[in-house]
């Protein structure tokens, strides 16, 4: 099991720059994945950006060139680095991770932090 905790979330201005982080705990040496994704009221939740354990990267094309995702230590603790924030960004963002499955180790799945609000005022 994994528990996710976010933090950074807050309200900003169109252009400002934000940082989100994430700390885990519990089985961290079983994640392979982190990352962000974001809703908003009546939306699905949607991907803004993974990294895996290797460094691949899965972005947004809304958030490419301007969001920026990091994983410290191995499966650790995830950052996504914003900077010319707009209005269409703000969202509630939850923290994401993946675990790998190893039989006897690793259970699987996938778990989600509570979430933090990030407000663009325009």
């Known amino acids: 099991q994994i528990k996710l905790v976010e933090s950074g979330g807050g309200l900003v201005q169109s252009g400002d720059s934000l940082t989100l982080s994430c700390a885990s705990s519990g089985q961290i040496n079983c994640i392979d994945t982190m990352g962000w994704y974001r809703q908003t009221p009546g939306n699905e939740r949607e991907l803004v950006a993974t990294i895996t354990t290797w460094g691949q990267r899965s972005t947004a094309d809304s958030v490419t060139g301007r969001f920026s995702v990091s994983m410290a230590g191995v499966g650790n603790t995830a950052t996504l680095q914003m900077r010319n924030l707009k209005s269409e960004d703000s969202a509630v963002y939850y923290c994401?991770?993946?675990?790998?499955?190893?039989?006897?180790?690793?259970?699987?799945?996938?778990?989600w932090g509570q979430g933090t609000q990030v407000t663009v005022s325009s």
């Open positions: 994401y991770a993946r675990l790998k499955v190893r039989t006897g180790i690793c259970p699987g799945g996938q778990f």
